[in-house]
């Protein structure tokens, strides 16, 4: 009766065994399905560039060390350390770098954020953030503006910029509040 009993444990120590192993095996296979999904499905880019022209000749480079594609709408990249450059048809080159950049690639529009730079021939601003469109000709800089050239020194909220003509407006968000400009001779 013993040995009866002993066979018996034997034989339910090898079904759960089995059951066991066959599960585990099934959990591995179901982790590696969900290990190929992800893979698959990345979002993210390495070392994106795009270059688009617009119908006046004008051309847009933008390049950035990573990007992200947006699941909700697969037009709008998220971009880490960024540099563009607008090759206007009737001007000079236009430098900008940043940490951080929201790219449309539909319209071309983008938002450059945190550290951003603008280099124009002798002149260099400073901010947070610049929202830039091609269509509509224009960059709008604002957050902390500091405008540099080879005499002066210019501090303001906002600085619009139309990239056709080079109009250019600055002004302070308060009213109470001025635009400071110092020449770097005094």
């Known amino acids: 009766m013993l040995k009866k009993i002993f066979v ?8 759960i065994a089995i059951y066991l192993k066959f599960f585990e095996r ?32 004008n051309e847009y480079l933008i390049k950035a060390k990573k990007g ?7 037009n709008i990249i998220f971009l880490e350390d960024v540099k563009a450059i607008i090759k206007l048809t009737n001007s000079e080159k236009i ?19 945190k550290n951003v730079m603008v280099e124009y021939l002798e002149n260099k601003i400073t901010g947070e953030y610049l929202d830039f469109s091609l269509v509509q000709n224009r960059m709008i800089i604002s957050k ?9 020194i210019l ?6 910029i139309n990239i056709d003509t080079k109009d250019t407006k600055v002004f302070m968000y308060e009213k109470n509040k001025k635009v400071n400009v110092k020449n770097k001779n005094y």
Do not use: P
């Open 26 to 57: 099934e959990k591995v296979i179901k982790k590696k399905i969900l290990e190929d999904v992800e893979t698959y499905s990345s979002n993210i880019l390495v070392d994106v560039e795009y270059i688009s022209k617009d119908v006046k000749g």
């Open 144 to 152: 902390n503006i500091i405008y540099t050239n080879l005499e002066n």
């Open 68 to 74: 992200e594609i947006d699941f909700n709408n697969s």
């Open 8 to 15: 018996v444990l034997i034989i339910i120590a090898i079904i």
């Open 155 to 160: 501090k303001a909220d906002v600085i619009e």
């Open 95 to 113: 430098y900008i770098n940043s940490n951080f950049g929201k790219y449309n690639t539909s319209n071309f529009d983008t938002i450059f954020s």
